[in-house]
């Protein structure tokens, strides 16, 4: 199925300079960047983004970590996009996120793993709408 996701380099990918190899790899794959943006979200903006981790014990770091740092979100298409960017990107533990994964060959923390991508059609659209 023809998908959108939102993809976004976190503050650490950007500082390690991974955005032109994160774009790539999936330009590689065959995917379509139909939007992009160089953003430093606010507060407000990353605990939306973040919402359904608001009871997490990780929450507060997470939201610190993200907000006022230059990120690059974008919107990418294609076939199954969703789900092969998912496997692309690897587990969000970097202790067990494959090699050849985004976190498995960069990510080197649980918090700071480089890169987000949307789980489903539905958070897919919301995350979308949020950040554009
Ligand atoms: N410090 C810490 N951060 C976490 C933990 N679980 C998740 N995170 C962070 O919160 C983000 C969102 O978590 P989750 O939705 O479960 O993973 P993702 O969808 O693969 O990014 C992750 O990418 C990590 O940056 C945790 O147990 N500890
Ligand atoms: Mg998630």
């Known amino acids: 199925m023809l998908e959108k996701t939102y993809i976004m380099v976190k503050p650490d990918g950007v500082k390690r300079g991974l955005v032109g190899e994160i774009i790539r790899r999936i330009e590689a794959k065959g995917y379509k960047i139909v939007d992009l943006r160089l953003m430093r979200p606010n507060r407000e903006l990353v605990e939306k983004h973040y919402d359904v981790h608001?009871?997490?014990?990780?929450?507060?770091?997470?939201?610190?970590?993200?907000?006022?740092?230059?990120?690059?979100?974008?919107?990418?298409?294609?076939?199954?996009?969703?789900?092969?960017?998912?496997?692309?990107?690897?587990?969000?533990?970097?202790?067990?996120?494959?090699?050849?994964?985004?976190?498995?060959?960069?990510?080197?923390?649980?918090?700071?793993?480089?890169i987000h991508g949307s789980d489903s059609a539905e958070t897919a659209e919301r995350e979308i709408s949020i950040w554009f």
């Open 54 to 114: 608001k009871d997490k014990p990780f929450f507060g770091e997470l939201v610190d970590f993200i907000s006022d740092s230059e990120v690059v979100g974008m919107v990418v298409e294609g076939e199954d996009v969703i789900t092969v960017l998912r496997n692309m990107i690897g587990d969000k533990n970097p202790a067990i996120a494959a090699s050849g994964t985004i976190r498995g060959d960069y990510a080197n923390s649980l918090t700071k793993n480089i």
